[in-house]
């Protein structure tokens, strides 16, 4: 085991996941190597948001082990009753942390307290500690100047930004991006990008990120995954998979994606 | 019939003692509404088997049903089964059980509007229970529910007039009281409207500035 928990950051044994009869994962298997950056491409509806919600803890799978970091996230057998909340998750969890689409900011809280606010109520962290940390990571996203801005204040991107920097204040071991510049008016999204490059190049955390962002997945990724129905279709460094891909499916997406 | 200054002035202490019980009333039935519907709303909302169905009609047939004919039902019936209480006091027990009710209802929809994403976002951050609820949830959800319970207050300080009619020795029943005793109406129930007006409205200012200053945008 302690082997394996070295060169496997992710892993998803077997996972199955269906919304009545939509079938989004089926009988999945898929490892990330540690500090590996994954980019998963598809249809809406392919399933590959589910595979981000299911390592943060949103939603459970119908079947399956998940670990991270060599620790149990869930081990759901057919049909048994899913205890929510095992104590193991909840210690699993606190190594992962996620970007969402619609930012999903703190509205009440200024940018800084967002940032600070699951180091003091989650590691028990003093203010004034949490403010340092919360401060450096804010400057690392060039926010500095709004610490004290509300949200509402913040442009879309800023927004998102800050919802970086909120999640890497756990230092997670994972971090998760779900389609983070969807949102985003199209001058916004570069700055929204530059970050993640950041990050991607700077430090060793595993990234794994949903995005209709191609030309940035191939730039940051080291490894590319088609999803399609349910499972992964084709995978491989960016260069093969976005340029030269084997499967017809993810052909014809890429085709449809690159003409828009 | 022409305005009288000076019986306007003379029934006006009589008036004003009829103002000071419709607000203690008032006052009242809103800690009762307040209380009771925290307690039907947070039943409901754990999905007790039974329990919380019962409640959910309890919300329904307390609104479904007027205020009147719950005064009355607990004015005249209930001392056939023993339960003699004053006017006053059946009175704000009304009042307050029927704007629970609604109370529970504005505590529902005040949470309600804290969108999943507040909620996913903390559980993204490994926030435990407690602290999402106290820190996240509820400071949000008071914005939404602190000025819409305030409407129902003003609705409730003027709903208390309907209590006139068990006898309860509020505003409007003062004044009707002098109304038949001294056959004039026109200044009593003049009085009693501006009266009210003089409470409703500054409140109702009062609310709107809450709203605005507790708004996210501010």
């Known amino acids: 085991m302690s082997e394996r928990a070295s060169d496997v950051m992710i892993s998803f044994e077997n996972v199955d996941k269906s919304w009545g009869d939509n079938h989004v994962l089926k009988h999945l298997n898929f490892h990330v190597k540690p500090a590996e950056k994954v980019s998963i491409i598809g249809a809406s509806g392919s399933g590959k948001t589910t595979i981000l919600r299911i390592l943060m803890t949103l939603e459970h799978p119908d079947e ?54 699951a180091p003091v109520q989650v590691l028990g962290m003093s203010k004034e500690e949490a403010r ?129 | 019939m022409t305005w009288d200054n000076e019986f306007a002035l003379s029934i006006l202490p009589d008036l004003l003692g009829g103002l000071w019980v419709t607000i203690q009333a008032t006052m009242s039935g809103i800690l009762i509404a307040l209380a009771l519907g925290l307690i039907v709303a947070v039943i409901r909302y754990l999905r007790i088997p039974v329990l919380s169905p019962v409640f959910g009609f309890y919300v329904q047939f307390v609104r479904g049903t007027p205020l009147l004919v719950q005064a009355f039902a607990a004015f005249y019936i209930l001392p056939d089964y023993g339960i003699v209480l004053s006017p006053l006091i059946t009175g704000i027990i009304v ?21 999943t994403g507040q909620w996913e976002a903390a559980t993204a951050l490994s926030l435990p229970v407690r602290p999402t609820w106290t820190r996240i949830v509820l400071p949000q959800a008071v914005r939404s529910i602190v000025p819409m319970l305030g409407n129902y207050w003003i609705q409730m300080f003027k709903d208390s007039a309907i209590l006139s009619l068990i006898t309860m020795n509020e505003l409007l029943n003062v004044g009707q009281t002098i109304g038949s005793s001294e056959f004039r109406y026109l200044e009593p129930l003049t009085i009693v409207g501006i009266l009210f007006l003089a409470v409703s409205y500054p409140a109702a200012v009062l609310i709107r500035r809450l709203e605005r200053r507790l708004a996210l945008t501010s």
Do not use: C
Request: net charge neutral; no cysteine; hydrophobic share 40%.
């Open chain 1, 64 to 117: 399956g082990v998940v670990t991270v970091d060599g620790d149990e996230l869930w081990n759901v057998t057919r049909g048994r009753r899913i205890r929510r909340e095992s104590k193991q998750m909840k210690l699993t969890r606190r190594k992962i942390g996620m970007v969402f689409q619609q930012f999903n900011l703190f509205p009440h809280l200024t940018a800084i307290e967002n940032v600070m606010e």
């Open chain 1, 132 to 260: 340092e940390r919360a401060k450096g990571l804010l400057d690392m996203v060039g926010l500095d100047k709004h610490l004290d801005h509300k949200p509402h204040r913040l442009s879309g991107g800023q927004q998102q930004r800050v919802a970086i920097a909120r999640a890497m204040a756990m230092r997670p071991k994972v971090l998760l991006l779900d389609e983070v510049t969807s949102a985003l008016d199209p001058e916004l999204i570069g700055e929204v990008l530059g970050v993640i490059r950041d990050l991607a190049t700077s430090t060793d955390m595993t990234m794994l990120m949903v995005t209709h962002e191609m030309r940035f997945a191939e730039e940051i990724s080291d490894r590319v995954v088609m999803f399609d129905n349910g499972t992964a279709i084709e995978q491989g460094p960016p260069q093969q998979v976005l340029r030269a891909p084997e499967n017809e499916r993810t052909r014809r997406f890429l085709h449809a994606v690159l003409e828009h």
């Open chain 2, 95 to 115: 009042l307050g059980v029927n704007y629970s009710s609604y109370t529970a209802e504005v505590y529902r929809s005040g949470i309600e509007d804290v969108g």
